[in-house]
């Protein structure tokens, strides 16, 4: 079950319930109605999120600068903040645990549409 929350700042504060176990020796997270969440996608949606931020609130000037702290490749850190123009429909999924079956980070961070509708229609939602 997930609970919304409008902040004072005017974000959204999502929280949801889940379960950290292994599967033949793989990190799997459940959420509570036993859906498997790709954590490898959310995590990087949610620093997309957040890098853009940093770099949105003058942290950083640049994705060039932001890499060199993290100590990250410049062009890695491009590819992942790419991921906040993927539609909400798309992230959602992943984030429920219903994304189709075989779309992976690779998939998100190649060069999609710039329309929602057509972002979908292409990796079959």
């Given at each position: 079950m997930s609970v919304y929350k409008l902040l004072e700042n005017g974000d959204i504060k999502v929280v949801v319930e889940i379960s950290l176990c292994?599967?033949?020796?793989r990190k799997m997270v459940l959420d509570a109605a036993g859906a498997n969440i790709d954590i490898v996608v959310v995590t990087a949606f949610a620093r997309a999120r957040r890098w853009q931020e940093m770099i949105d609130r003058g942290r950083f000037g640049?994705?060039?600068e932001l890499?060199?702290?993290?100590?990250?490749?410049?062009?890695y850190v491009a590819r992942i903040i790419r991921l906040n123009s993927v539609s909400p429909k798309i992230v959602s999924s992943?984030?429920?645990?219903?994304?189709p079956s075989g779309l992976s980070l690779t998939q998100l961070i190649k060069t999609l549409p710039v329309s929602w509708?057509?972002?979908?229609?292409k990796l079959g939602f």
């Open positions: 292994r599967q033949s020796g640049n994705i060039s890499a060199s702290k993290l100590g990250l490749d410049q062009s992943f984030i429920r645990g219903k994304a509708e057509e972002q979908e229609k």
